[in-house]
């Protein structure tokens, strides 16, 4: 378990019960269906059912809109440490898989700040990604990214600034760095993948809580180590 989210998870719902507000269990699925619903343009499409271990029943996921109802998806759902992760492989040979992760940080106050990052897969390596993030400071959920996380076209890739388009899904809209985000620990590590010289280098990415931001930590030695390339068939 993440120790320090899981502390921080409690904090919230006990920050909630003293304002006044009525306190509700902090668990990811509920904080993912939030943003389905307040975030409708580019927040992540598709649909987890069931209520998890904590409900005592097991989630499963379905909705691609890559690949339709002859998507091969695969749900890896870490309640304790607030991540999940949606492997879409694809409807069969050729396909191009798609795979979306999910985490959750706490901020000082014990507001949630929702990371939402996916990337292309060519042979298991990722070809290109994006990422967003979310803050309910606010009351409300925001997208907050250009707020809490570093530009890293230059730095990383030395490369002149790309706009990624926040509001776009699946294929469209994806940027030459691809972020992982942890299911241990509270860092990013972030990956230029091209196309350029620059591609495979990678940098660390370190949690700030009292500032509720990330700040460029040191180098990653190549190669990346790309947790979907020993992924199940």
């Not at 719902?13 to 993912?32: C, Q, W």
């Not at 749900?75 to 991540?83: G, V």
């Not at 509001?167 to 230029?192: F, K, M, N, Q």
Request: hydrophobic share 45%; glycine share 12%.
């Amino acid at each position: 378990m993440r120790p320090v989210l899981a502390a921080a998870g409690l904090l919230a719902v006990m920050l909630l019960a003293s304002s006044g507000t009525r306190a509700e269990p902090a668990r990811l699925l509920d904080f993912y269906r939030e943003l389905q619903v307040a975030q409708v343009n580019g927040f992540s499409p598709y649909e987890i059912s069931g209520g998890g271990e904590a409900a005592g029943e097991p989630a499963t996921v379905s909705g691609s809109i890559l690949y339709g109802d002859r998507a091969r998806l695969a749900l890896t759902l870490d309640e304790a440490n607030f991540y999940l992760r949606i492997h879409d492989r694809g409807d069969g040979e050729g396909a191009t898989p798609f795979v979306t992760e999910v985490a959750v940080w706490f901020d000082a106050e014990g507001f949630p700040l929702l990371g939402l990052s996916e990337r292309g897969l060519k042979a298991g390596v990722p070809f290109a990604g994006r990422v967003r993030f979310y803050s309910r400071a606010s009351g409300r959920w925001n997208l907050v990214t250009a707020t809490v996380l570093p530009a890293l076209d230059r730095d990383l890739c030395q490369a002149e600034p790309r706009e990624v388009d926040e509001s776009t899904a699946a294929w469209e809209g994806l940027g030459r760095v691809v972020i992982l985000l942890p299911r241990r620990g509270t860092d990013l590590a972030a990956w230029c993948v091209g196309p350029g010289p620059m591609a495979g280098t990678g940098m660390i990415l370190t949690w700030d809580r009292a500032r509720s931001r990330f700040r460029k930590g040191r180098a990653l030695a190549a190669p990346a180590p790309w947790p979907d390339a020993a992924a199940a068939p």
